[in-house]
């Protein structure tokens, strides 16, 4: 169930829930212990997991045939088992390090899905089926943002503190924008880098961003709407439900949201795992569910994508492949400009990188 809410009962929720004007995403489910405690099972993008206890021995899932959900059609992009060679995907499972999946995705307007696979030091470009590129990339590096021109930017919000653009081709480092000169004294409150009006920004705490390469600009308190009218926020309204605001671009702080939208979903929200919109004003929330048994042990999970129309109607409603393991990760879910949803799930045995297009 997906609604239209009034000012007035978007306004109550947001009392309600205790989180005025912020994003409580986009974190990754890798960073809850639903996840640390989740079954291990492959990546089922469409259909329920499989019992694990049949996979036993099995490799990662062939690339299968696309198929349709909700009028929207399925392809998958890449199935990458875990491991360090060329059509790989790094993983650090066991020991004193942190857990570590790759870390963060972004596609191009040519089609091309972008792959930090940080553990392996690297960038992956991928297209149907292959990998056409590797580039070589920080460890430390947790974000990824591709150009207009198809240059990437990568953020390292906790190492060296910086966002750097790399060649497309080679890797080399072609400019750095220090996040200490930037005045950005916690950098490891950043959670996400954005790319709007031509400038290239850094989310911090999910409900501000700063202009990196025009410090002078001022803050935009919400992640902004590609065509320009809103600046959007979210909140999880337990247990199922998650509000979206937009306030216009211009609009007074002190006034209530112009757009006010809810999602219902099949299962408790644990986390929301992006909050984005495209070209033709179509606004998208993809959330992370678990059902928890008596035991406080996941007993269900599902990853549902909801987008509505201008006017308020859904547009889309999406299964997508649920992520399972412990692996840290910071973000798994993008929208494209054209209104492509790409999906980046982890299991036991390796990736799965899924697009739906209408």
Partial sequence: MSKLLSKLQ???????????????????AAHSEASAASPSAVPAPVQPAPDPTALAGKSVPAIAAPSAVSGWRRQEIAVLPWGAGPNQAGRVAQGEQNLEAPMAFDGD???RVWLLDQVNQRILVLQVGQTTRVIPASRTAQDIAITASGQPWVLDRLVDRNVQLLDPVTGAVQKTLSLTEATITESGLSSALWQHAGKLWLE?????????????????????????KWLLSALRVPPDKVAVAGNAVGQSA????????QAEFPLPVW???????DASGRVWIVADLVKFGPDDRPVDR?????????????????????????????????????????????GPQGIVIERFAP
């Avoid at 911090?204 to 320009?228: C, F």
């Avoid at 987008?307 to 973000?331: I, S, T």
């Fill in 10 to 28: 978007f306004s109550a929720l947001v009392a309600a829930a205790l989180c005025v004007g912020c994003t409580q995403a986009p974190v990754p």
């Fill in 109 to 111: 307007g040519q089609g």
């Fill in 204 to 228: 911090m705490e999910n409900t501000y961003l700063i202009a990196l390469d025009d410090l002078a600009h001022p803050k935009l308190m919400g992640r902004p709407s590609r065509d320009g």
């Fill in 254 to 261: 002190t006034e209530a949201p112009k757009l006010a939208l």
């Fill in 271 to 277: 986390a929301i795992a992006e909050l984005d919109s």
């Fill in 302 to 346: 599902k990853r549902q994508a909801v987008a509505w129309k201008e006017d308020g109607k859904v547009a889309a409603r999406l299964d997508l492949c649920a992520p399972v393991g412990a692996e840290e990760q910071f973000r798994t879910a993008r929208v494209l400009a054209d209104g492509t949803l790409l999906n980046l799930c982890r």
